[in-house]
């Protein structure tokens, strides 16, 4: 069963700012939340992670409140090659104490 | 380059016939995974290992056998494969956590599209 559950899609205009929420209601106190993006016929790559308020990097920002039940991606003026999907993964530090459980990921289309 | 790489990219097979699919990574990781992803599934995880001689079941292990004899290699092995595992398979790797460190970032490798007839 999918610890998250992420919109199944979205669709956005170049140069627009795009912001996709994943809520995890059962989150442990240990989990950390990790994006990753995946582009067709690739895998997944890695774009952020964080545990608690606000992580920046140069590709997107991770907003996540105080009660960690949800998280928001946020890629800021998007462009055509930010086309792929979205996950998000809930995880407590690959401890293999359980299996990862990616959900069904979020498929970003950006419209010129 | 740091890199999982995974062969075969493309990999047609008839029923029952055994197969094996490699991964290897070469970053001296000590976690390594194997995924399937179908439509409107995501990816969904079939077995991982810790370390080595260390393996566990993921979401999906039926049908499917793994070893981790050496740190850099895990292939995914199909005793008897069927159509039903029809899929694109993904290895990934990480370094496990550290002490106040999250787990690192899952690396991927390309991909194997599977069919099996």
């Known amino acids: 069963l999918a610890k998250t559950t992420q919109p199944i899609s979205m669709d956005s205009y170049e140069g627009q700012e795009v912001n996709i929420t994943c809520s995890h209601n059962n989150i442990a106190t240990n989990d950390y939340i990790t994006w990753y993006q995946q582009f067709p016929s690739q895998g997944p790559r890695f774009i952020i992670q964080?545990?608690?308020t606000k992580v920046t990097n140069e590709v997107a920002s991770l907003f996540i409140p105080a009660d960690r039940k949800s998280s928001t991606l946020s890629l800021p003026r998007v462009s055509l090659s930010d086309t792929a999907v979205y996950y998000c993964?809930?995880?407590?530090?690959?401890?293999?104490?359980?299996?990862?459980?990616f959900g069904k990921g979020t498929r970003l289309s950006v419209i010129a | 380059e740091a890199q999982v790489t995974q062969n075969p990219r493309y990999l047609i097979t008839v029923t029952g016939k055994k197969l094996t699919v490699t991964c290897s990574q070469n970053m001296n990781h000590e976690y390594m995974s194997w995924y399937r992803q179908d439509p409107g599934l995501g990816l969904r995880q079939i077995y991982y290992?810790?370390?080595?001689?260390?393996?566990d079941k993921g979401d999906v292990p039926e049908g499917y056998k793994v070893s981790r004899k050496e740190k850099r290699n895990f292939p995914l092995i199909l005793e008897s494969p069927s159509p039903n595992q029809t899929s694109l398979y993904f290895c990934?790797?990480?370094?496990?956590?550290?002490?106040?460190?999250?787990?690192?970032?899952?690396?991927f490798g390309s991909g194997t599209q599977l069919s099996v007839l």
């Open positions: 990934a790797s990480s370094f496990l956590p550290r002490s106040g460190f999250p787990g690192e970032k899952l690396f």
């Open positions: 290992s810790m370390n080595v001689e260390v393996t």
């Open positions: 993964l809930v995880d407590e530090e690959l401890s293999g104490n359980t299996p990862l459980v």
């Open positions: 964080g545990y608690k």
